[in-house]
Each structure stands twice: as structure tokens, then as C-alpha cells.
């Protein structure tokens, strides 16, 4: 069966950071294009980073360029985002999400793409 947990959400002050991760089982990671998108209360989710599986390039939201880093460990089946200088804008239930094929720089705008969601993993950042 597959899926997708994320772990290593939680609460952060402004300027801290906090890395979340997302554990694949029952795929194989080089398999899959990852990303990583986010619903804040009353908002659409929106796309936050995305990596190809086939050469490691990735994309990012204008909002977090900078700050947030998207990678992947193979030997692991597990794929991080590194969020630094949070915000509390960053306030957020991050999910983890695999599409096969997918073309990062666009799937990010269309959430509804994905073929495989994590349950997500809540960040919040307040003082």
C-alpha cells in the first residue's frame, strides 16, 4: 500500500525554523516528481516547492525563495522542506504530495494534479 507521512511540524517563533519530512512507502521515490503545498485557514492550498525526480531541480513559491529548501534522500524514500526565517504568513497544515510525470513548475499551481497526499503536519509561527 502507499503513503505518504509527514512528520516534524509544530510551533515556532518568527525567525525559527523547523524541517519537515515526508516518508514514502510502497513507491520508490525515484520513481515520482515530490512537492510540498500548504492550506492556511480559509485559504486554497497552495503550492510551496517542488522536485524532479529525474535530475534534483526544483521550484519555488516567490513568498518562500530564500528561506525554504526541498530535497530528497533516496536511501531513506524520504523527501525534507527546510523552512527557515519563518513567518507567521507561514502558518499553514503542510501536506506532501507525489505526481508521476508531473511538470514542477506547473503542478505547483495546480494542486488538484497530485496523484498522492499526505495527511499533513501543522506549522505554526507566532511569539
Known amino acids: 500500500q502507499v503513503h505518504l507521512v509527514e512528520s516534524g511540524g509544530g510551533l515556532v517563533q518568527p525567525g525559527g525554523s523547523l524541517r519537515l519530512s515526508c516518508a514514502a512507502s510502497?513507491?520508490?521515490?525515484?520513481?515520482?516528481?515530490f512537492a510540498w503545498f500548504r492550506q492556511a485557514p480559509g485559504k486554497e492550498r497552495e503550492g510551496v516547492s517542488a522536485i524532479k525526480s529525474s535530475d534534483g531541480s526544483t521550484v519555488y513559491a516567490d513568498s518562500v525563495k530564500g528561506r525554504f529548501t526541498i530535497s530528497r534522500d533516496s536511501a531513506k524514500n524520504t523527501v525534507y522542506l527546510q523552512m527557515d526565517s519563518l513567518k507567521p504568513e507561514d502558518t499553514a497544515v503542510y501536506y506532501c504530495a507525489a505526481g508521476a510525470g508531473l511538470l514542477i513548475r506547473l503542478w505547483v499551481s495546480y494542486p488538484s494534479w497530485t496523484e498522492l497526499w499526505g495527511q499533513g503536519a501543522q506549522v505554526t509561527v507566532s511569539s
Open positions: 510502497g513507491l520508490n521515490l525515484e520513481n515520482y516528481n
